[in-house]
């Protein structure tokens, strides 16, 4: 579909539409914007299809935070991580936390919420560092630009259904802006290729390690809330579900590098 205003003119109306129509940015608001030529249309058709539909399964509150990605590496992460990163936040936090099997076990919900807390701090910390290491190798040089990209910034209403949400994208942002730089260096000389992939490669472990937390936590949460009732009269003990929890906590801690 061919439009005859600026993209981000048309993104707003059309956001405005969603809202009014069902509350949140919908499959139609993703449609929509997929259906303008260009790049960035694989990613709105990708949100559109999955991601979309998983936030929308959440009755309860939520918030818009617009968002901007021009790197493509960013862009993909979002788009194949965020919502469902995104939805375990929300289920620790809500659906487990009110669940009957784990009522009576606050500690699992709140050992889970810290783990979660610790590896975006973790990687957010390394992320800032970079970032200064960077800023000063363009300072040396003299420079203070960044790149341009052949095409315009994704831009995504993120909803925000948990607090961790919020400190999960200004840690994409912030990473965002660090392969910029890298990418200023790498085309300038001031790094080699491979110098500028490390450091690509390094950072995506970072947020994975976020991903994989957030996942490995709701799903020994969910496990422990699946646990067959005790049949016969007998009494149903929970500590082997415990045990499992603190299991996964256990490989939560590994993949944030933190030592017990």
């Known amino acids: ?75 993909s992460h979002f788009v194949r991580y965020y919502s469902y990163t995104a939805y375990n936040f929300h289920f620790m936090e809500v659906h487990a936390r009110s669940h009957e099997r784990l009522r009576d076990h606050p500690e699992l919900i709140a050992q889970a919420e810290h783990m979660v807390a610790e590896s975006i701090r973790a990687a957010d910390k390394e ?22 990209y052949g095409t315009g910034p994704l831009l995504v209403p993120a909803e ?29 000389g001031l790094i080699t290729n491979t110098e500028c992939d490390k450091e690509f490669a390094r950072v995506d472990r970072l947020l994975k390690s976020v991903q994989r937390t957030a996942l490995r936590l709701a799903t020994g949460l969910r496990r422990r809330l699946n ?10 003990s929970p500590e082997g579900d415990n045990d499992a929890i603190a299991d996964v906590v256990m490989g939560a801690r590994i993949d944030v590098g933190i030592e017990s």
Do not use: W
Request: aromatic share 8%; glycine share 6%; net charge neutral.
């Open 1 to 75: 579909m061919e439009i005859n205003v600026p993209f981000s003119h048309f993104y707003a109306a059309e956001l405005k539409a969603a809202f009014e129509r069902s509350g949140r940015p919908d499959e139609t608001f993703f449609a929509r914007c997929a259906s303008v030529p260009g790049i960035n249309a694989k990613y709105y058709a990708r949100i559109g299809g999955n991601d979309a539909n998983t936030l929308a399964r959440i009755e309860g509150a939520r918030d818009i935070e617009d968002c901007a990605f021009s790197h493509p590496k960013i862009k």
């Open 127 to 148: 992320v800032d560092a970079l970032i200064e290491q960077t800023q000063k190798v363009m300072a040396d040089n003299g420079v203070s630009q960044s790149v341009r």
């Open 160 to 188: 925000v259904v948990s607090p961790h949400c919020g400190t999960y994208l200004t840690l994409l942002m912030k990473t965002d802006r660090l392969f910029s730089l890298l990418e200023y260096q790498r085309l300038r």
């Open 227 to 236: 646990v067959v009732p005790a049949r016969d009269g007998e009494q149903a």
